[in-house]
C-alpha cells in the first residue's frame, strides 16, 4: 500500500478499479451532541485543493492505533447533494454512457458504501424533498439525448426491435403499460401532500396487486426537482438514435430478485414469493454474465424513468432496526441501459441490432453491529449475509488497491459471491457477442471487446457515529493507509534518555503492505534522575531488558489486533452459518412444495385413468348382457316354431348385423389401444412386450381366443349362410342343428389382439 500518498493529496490511480470518495454526514437528528468525534478532516496542503486525508482517532482507548485513511476526495458535512454530484464525476461516467463520438461506450457503476445510517441511500436515492445523484443523473441523460430518443409511444416497434437485440432474455415493456400495472390515479388527499418519494412499504406488503386482492399506489403528483441541473447536459452521438431502459434488482441474501415483476403466489404455502434469477452467461451473451430473465421498462421520459424508479423502490426489503428506522435489508441495483443504434438513413439494414452502455447504480445495504442494531431472528440473519458479503466486497476492494499501486498484478477475488461478481464482472476487458455499433463506420461487429467499466464508490461516515464498523469499512474502502501504533516508551529511554524521542520502526503486522510508523503517545514518565547504572554491564543488562520489553509490547499489540480480527471472523462465521441455515429451510421449503405439487397432478392423472377404464368396462359388460339377451330370445322365439320362415330369417340377418357391428367395435378398441401403446414410452411398452411373449401365444390365445371363442359362441345360434347359400337349412332342419359354420366371414378379434403386443 503506498503510504508515501499520504503527505499530499490522493494521485488519481489510472489503475484503480474504482474511484473512491468519502462523504461525512451531519449529525443525527436526537443524536447525543457530547458524542465523542472520532475522525478529522485534514487541511489540504494547498490552498485551493480539497481535502483528501483524514484521521482517525479511537475514542476512549488510547492504546489503540491512530488511522490515517486517503481517498480521491473527501467531503465535509456541509457538502451539498449537487457537490457530491459535480465532484464525484457522474458527469463524465453519463458521457462514456452516452458516447458522444460513437460507438458502444463505456460501462459506469456508480455505488455508495458505509455503515447502516450514514447516508448511503441519501447520497444516492435522494429524500422527500432532494434529489439524489440517480435522479440527477437520470434528468442529465435525458436532457443530452432528448433530440434523438426514441419511446415506445412515438415507435410502435421499438419493444420488439430492443427485445431481439437484448442478450438478457428480459421481458421487455412500455412504460406505459408498466405505470398503468403498478400506479393508481391520486386521491385528492394525496394530491394535497403532493411531492414526495413513494411510502416505505411494511414488510411483506407489496405494490403489485395479486389477482384477486389488487391494491395499486398512489401515483405521485410530484416528485422532488431540487437540486437543479437545468444548465447541464452532455453532448450526444448526433448520428444515433437512442432508447432508455429501466431495471431494477435488489441481491437478497446472495440472492438475485427482480424488483419490477410481481412475485407469484406458491402453490403449497399460498406465498407470493419472487424467484430469484441468475447472473449467468445466455445464448447470445456467451462471455459476459448477465442477469436472465430481468423485466426491462422502455422509458421515453425522465418522468417516467423517476416513476419507474419509484415503484422498484418501493419493492426493495427495508426494516426499522435500532440503527435506521427505513434500513436497507438488501443490496439495491438499478440500471440504466442506454440503447445506440446508427439512425434510420443511415443504416445498412433497416432493423440494426441495438448497442449501447449501461449505468448502474447501487445501493448497497450497510453493514452493522448486531449489539447496535438490536436486530433478532431473520433480520438478524439478514445482517449476517450482508456483512458476509461487504466483507468479500471489502477483500476485492483492497486487493484493487493492493494492484494499484503495486507493479505486481493483484487477482480480486469477486466470485465469492453475487454481489461481488456483480460489482466487479465488468471492471475487466472482455470480448462481447453483440452486435456492436459504430456511428463513424457504420459498420457492426461481432467480437468487439468491451472496455472495462469506469466505477465510482462513495464511502459514507458519521464521524459521531460507531467507531468499530466505521473504521473497519475505511481500512477496506481507503486508497491508501497509514497506522500510528501507540507505544508505551522504552525503559531505556525513560532511564537514559529523559527527552522524549520520535521511535520508528516497520511492525511485523499481518497487513505486511502496511508501513507503520510508530511514535511515543504517552508523555513519558519522569525519569528517576537518583538511579544511574554502576556500571557498563548493568547498563547493558537494561539496554537488553527495554529491547526485550519493546518487544513485547509490539508482540502484545499484534496479538491483540489478531484475536480482534479472529473475534470479527467467528462472528461473520456465526452470521454466515445463520444465514445458511435460513437458506436450506428455503430449500426445503421448495422441494417439499414441488414434490407435493407432482405428487398431487400425478394422482389426478391415475384417477381419472382408472375412471376411464372402470366407465368403459361397465359399458362393455352391459352391452355384452344385452347381445346375449338378444341372442337368447331370438333362439327362444325361433325353437317356440312360432315364427314364420322370413320373420325368422329377417331375424337371422339382424342378428349377423349386430355380430358384425360388435366385430367392428372390437376392432376400434383395438385401434384405441394400439394408438395407446404407440403413445407409450419404449421403457413402458417393454415390459408388456416381454410378458406378452413370455406367456406367449398362450396368454394372447387365451385372451384373444376367449373373445373369439365368445364371438363364435355368440354365433352358435345362427347360421351364416355364405356358403350354405340362403336360409334353406334352417327352414329344413330343427333350431339345435343349424349349421354353426361363419365360413366366407373373416373373424380377426383374435389377429387384431396380437398386434396389442
Ligand atoms: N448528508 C445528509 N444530510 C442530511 N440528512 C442525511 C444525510 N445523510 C443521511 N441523512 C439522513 O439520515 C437518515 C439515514 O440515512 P440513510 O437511510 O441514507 O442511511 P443508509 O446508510 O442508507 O442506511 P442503511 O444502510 O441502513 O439503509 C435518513 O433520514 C437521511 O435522510
Known amino acids: 500500500m503506498d503510504t508515501s500518498t499520504l503527505s499530499g493529496p490522493a494521485p488519481p490511480k489510472s489503475n484503480s478499479l474504482f474511484q473512491v470518495f468519502l462523504r461525512l454526514r451531519p449529525p443525527q437528528a436526537g443524536a447525543n451532541p457530547a458524542a465523542e468525534r472520532f475522525l478529522a478532516v485534514e487541511t489540504p496542503d494547498k490552498d485551493h485543493s480539497a481535502p483528501t486525508h483524514i484521521t482517525l482517532n479511537p475514542p476512549n482507548d488510547r492504546r489503540r492505533a491512530i488511522e490515517k485513511f486517503a ?41 455508495t458504501l458505509g455503515v447502516t445510517g450514514s447516508g448511503k441511500s441519501h447520497t444516492i436515492l435522494g429524500s422527500k424533498s432532494q434529489r439524489g445523484l440517480t435522479q440527477l443523473a437520470l434528468d442529465v441523460i435525458y436532457r443530452s439525448i432528448s433530440q434523438n430518443l426514441h419511446d415506445c409511444d412515438t415507435h410502435s416497434d421499438l419493444e420488439r426491435s ?18 398503468d400495472s403498478v400506479f393508481a390515479e391520486p386521491s385528492e388527499q394525496q394530491r394535497a401532500r403532493a411531492g414526495s ?31 437543479d441541473v437545468s444548465g447541464l447536459s452532455v453532448s450526444c452521438d448526433p448520428a444515433a438514435e ?127 453491529r448486531a449489539r447496535d442494531a438490536k436486530t433478532a431472528g431473520a433480520t438478524l440473519a439478514e445482517a449476517g449475509k450482508i456483512n458476509e458479503s461487504l466483507m468479500y466486497l471489502g477483500q476485492c476492494l483492497q486487493m484493487q488497491s493492493g494492484a494499484a499501486n503495486s507493479s505486481k498484478p493483484g487477482v480480486v477475488p469477486f466470485r465469492q459471491c453475487k454481489l461481488t461478481e456483480l460489482l466487479f464482472s465488468n471492471s475487466f476487458p472482455s470480448s462481447s457477442s453483440n452486435t ?43 486508497l491508501a493507509r ?7 516508551p522504552s525503559i531505556t529511554q525513560t532511564i537514559l534518555h529523559p527527552a522524549p524521542q520520535v521511535y520508528s520502526s516497520p511492525l511485523a503486522s499481518p497487513d505486511a503492505d502496511t508501513t507503520v510508523s ?124 312360432g315364427m314364420s320362415d322370413e320373420e325368422g330369417e329377417d331375424k337371422e340377418n339382424m342378428l349377423v348385423e349386430d355380430v358384425n357391428e360388435e366385430n367392428e367395435r372390437l376392432r376400434r378398441e383395438v385401434e384405441i389401444l394400439r394408438r395407446e401403446l404407440a403413445g407409450m414410452s419404449p421403457t413402458r411398452r417393454m415390459p408388456l412386450r416381454e410378458r406378452g411373449s413370455e406367456v406367449g401365444g398362450k396368454a394372447r390365445q387365451n385372451k384373444g381366443g376367449e373373445k373369439a371363442e365368445g364371438l363364435t ?45
Request: negative net charge; hydrophobic residues 35%; aromatic residues 6%.
Open 713 to 757: 359362441r355368440k354365433m352358435q345360434g345362427l347360421r351364416v349362410s355364405d356358403e350354405e347359400g340362403g336360409g334353406a337349412s334352417l327352414r329344413q332342419t330343427s333350431p339345435t342343428k343349424k349349421i354353426r359354420k361363419l365360413g366366407g366371414k373373416r373373424w380377426d378379434v383374435g389377429v387384431e389382439d396380437d398386434d396389442l403386443f
Open 162 to 179: 430492443l427485445a431481439s437485440s437484448d442478450p438478457s432474455e428480459a421481458a421487455i415493456c412500455s412504460a406505459t403499460a408498466f405505470l
Open 71 to 111: 481517498f480521491t476526495q473527501v467531503f465535509e458535512e456541509d457538502a451539498s447533494q449537487l457537490d457530491i454530484f459535480h465532484c464525484t464525476g457522474v458527469v463524465p461516467l453519463v458521457e462514456g454512457v452516452l458516447a458522444p463520438h460513437g460507438g458502444d461506450g463505456t460501462d459506469a457503476l456508480l455505488a
Open 436 to 478: 456492436n455499433y459504430n456511428s463513424s463506420t457504420m459498420a457492426h461487429s461481432h467480437q468487439q471487446r468491451r472496455s472495462p467499466q469506469k466505477a465510482v464508490m462513495i464511502v459514507t461516515a458519521d464521524p459521531h457515529g460507531d467507531f468499530n464498523a466505521t473504521s473497519q469499512i475505511l481500512r477496506y474502502s481507503a
Open 518 to 641: 510508530s511514535q511515543p503517545f504517552f508523555s513519558p514518565a519522569p525519569p528517576n534522575r537518583n538511579f544511574s547504572p554502576s556500571s557498563a554491564t548493568d547498563r547493558e543488562t537494561m539496554e537488553n531488558a527495554a529491547l526485550a520489553l519493546a518487544r513485547l509490547a509490539e508482540e502484545n499489540e499484534y496479538l491483540r489486533s489478531a484475536l480482534a480480527s479472529e473475534q470479527t471472523a467467528r462472528c461473520e462465521a456465526e452470521a454466515h452459518l445463520l444465514s445458511i441455515e435460513d437458506r436450506m429451510l428455503d430449500l426445503e421449503q421448495a422441494v417439499r412444495e414441488d414434490c407435493a405439487a407432482e405428487f398431487e397432478r400425478r394422482l389426478e392423472l391415475e384417477m381419472a385413468r382408472w375412471r376411464n377404464t372402470v366407465s368403459l368396462e361397465q359399458e362393455r359388460e352391459e352391452e355384452k348382457w344385452g347381445r346375449k339377451l338378444e341372442v337368447f330370445a331370438a333362439t327362444m322365439a325361433a325353437e317356440a316354431g
Open 197 to 227: 418519494r413513494a411510502p416505505t412499504p411494511m414488510i411483506g406488503e407489496s405494490m403489485f396487486g395479486h389477482s384477486t386482492n389488487r391494491r395499486l399506489l398512489a401515483r405521485p403528483s410530484a416528485l422532488p426537482s431540487q437540486p
Open 242 to 368: 437512442y432508447a432508455v431502459m429501466i431495471s431494477m434488482y435488489e441481491v437478497y441474501n446472495d440472492r438475485i430478485f427482480d424488483l419490477l415483476t410481481p412475485p407469484i403466489k406458491s402453490a403449497a404455502t399460498k406465498e407470493y414469493r419472487r424467484r430469484p434469477l441468475l447472473f449467468k452467461p445466455t445464448e447470445a451473451s456467451p462471455d459476459r454474465k448477465v442477469v436472465a430473465g430481468l423485466r426491462k421498462v422502455v422509458c421515453g421520459s425522465l418522468t417516467q424513468a423517476l416513476m419507474v424508479l419509484e415503484a422498484g423502490l418501493h419493492e426493495r426489503r427495508v426494516a426499522g432496526t435500532g440503527s435506521n428506522s427505513v434500513s436497507s435489508r438488501s443490496h439495491g441495483f438499478f440500471c440504466v441501459e442506454v440503447k445506440k443504434r446508427a439512425k434510420a438513413g443511415r443504416r445498412h439494414h433497416l432493423d440494426t441490432a441495438w448497442g449501447g452502455s449501461t449505468l448502474t447504480v447501487v445501493d448497497l445495504a450497510g453493514s452493522e
Open 482 to 488: 497509514e497506522i500510528t501504533v501507540p507505544r508505551i
